[in-house]
């Protein structure tokens, strides 16, 4: 399966602080995306990291991607309440169009 | 622009019953994805489909459930005689060519279920 794992599970943090999520998956990719999910709603598209690059940045977000251990991070620098939400990576490879889910880490950031 | 756009957002139907979900990609966009949410879990892809054809089934469970993308019209994911395992959210998300592969996909607000 290529499914990914985020981890953690779950993760609780005071307003200011940063906020790290990891993600691992099992085969080659073409690409690894990180989405948002606030409680009862769709998902929002946070970045997009092609297989051939190692970070990217965008606003309070930054985006690792390390293929040789197969795992990506996200972090989340100055934390807020509202980012209080479920934070999933979906990967893509070979010539597949599905994009194969983890199941999430659910942060909390307290005010 | 708008998004894409699912409804129902909500549905409550009884065992037996059938739902119609239905999707309309955002502008410009002629790629269609269903995909599965199970309460806590992450998302399940189901189906992807172009206009008038389905590319990928490979997620679809076997029976009671179809898709179609009409050449007019929005895409529609079809549960026949609902159980309650239905119970789900399900989301539609579109892209205009090429799919994850080479572009971002939009996701809609989802379509929840219920199975009473």
């Known amino acids: 399966s290529q499914q990914g794992e985020e981890d953690p599970q779950a993760l609780s943090i005071q307003e200011g602080e940063n906020a790290t999520m990891n993600c691992s998956y099992k085969?080659?990719?073409?690409?690894l995306q990180w989405y948002r999910q606030n409680s009862g709603r769709g998902l929002v598209h946070l970045i997009l990291?092609?297989?051939?690059?190692r970070e990217k940045h965008s606003g309070r977000l930054r985006v690792t991607l390390d293929t040789s251990k197969k795992s990506s991070s996200l972090l989340i620098t100055a934390s807020r309440a509202a980012d209080t939400a479920s934070y999933f990576c979906a990967t893509s490879w070979g010539g597949s169009e599905k994009l194969v889910f983890g199941k999430g880490t659910k942060l909390t950031v307290n005010p | 622009n708008a998004g894409v756009m699912q409804n129902p957002r909500h549905l409550v139907r009884r065992r037996g019953q059938e739902a119609r979900l239905r999707c309309s990609p955002m502008?410009?966009?002629?790629?269609v994805y269903w995909y599965r949410q199970l309460p806590e879990e992450g998302l399940k892809f189901m189906v992807y489909l172009q206009k008038e054809n389905i590319i990928d089934e490979s997620g679809m469970p076997k029976e009671r459930f179809s898709a179609e993308f009409p050449k007019e019209g929005p895409s529609i994911l079809r549960i026949q005689q609902v159980v309650r395992g239905d119970s789900a959210a399900y989301f539609c998300a579109s892209s205009p060519s090429g799919g994850p592969a080479g572009n971002t996909i939009y996701f809609g607000e989802g379509s929840w279920l219920t199975v009473v």
């Open positions: 502008k410009g966009h002629s790629h």
């Open positions: 990291i092609r297989s051939n690059e």
């Open positions: 085969t080659s990719i073409n690409n």
